[in-house]
């Protein structure tokens, strides 16, 4: 079995990345955060086909990426998006896949 920790740091990165996007729920969160164009003080489920333990699940995962910021006001918490994160790793996917585009590859099994 072949571990994570023989892929260097920058791979690991990706893929917890990438991981953390594979839900359309968390890119649902991330995009309504986006329209709003603010912070969200209340209940994001109320925007989203979900209960709101499952949205506080993907909240979860996506504060713990750092995508997302929260801060805690009495019983609100306000959400927003951790606009520098996001930049970061906008940034990793892109210079990943600058990295493997094909160039002078052909490639005759279609």
Sequence with gaps: MIKRENFNKELQDIAMFAKAM???ARLAILQHLADTKTCI???ISDFLPLSRSTVSQHLSELKKMG??????EGLK?????NQDIINKHKQMMYSFFDKIEPTDIVCDCK
């Design 41 to 43: 003080s209340g209940d």
């Design 77 to 81: 918490i306000n959400y927003c998006l």
């Design 22 to 24: 594979s839900h359309p």
């Design 67 to 72: 995508l997302i910021i929260g801060e805690i």
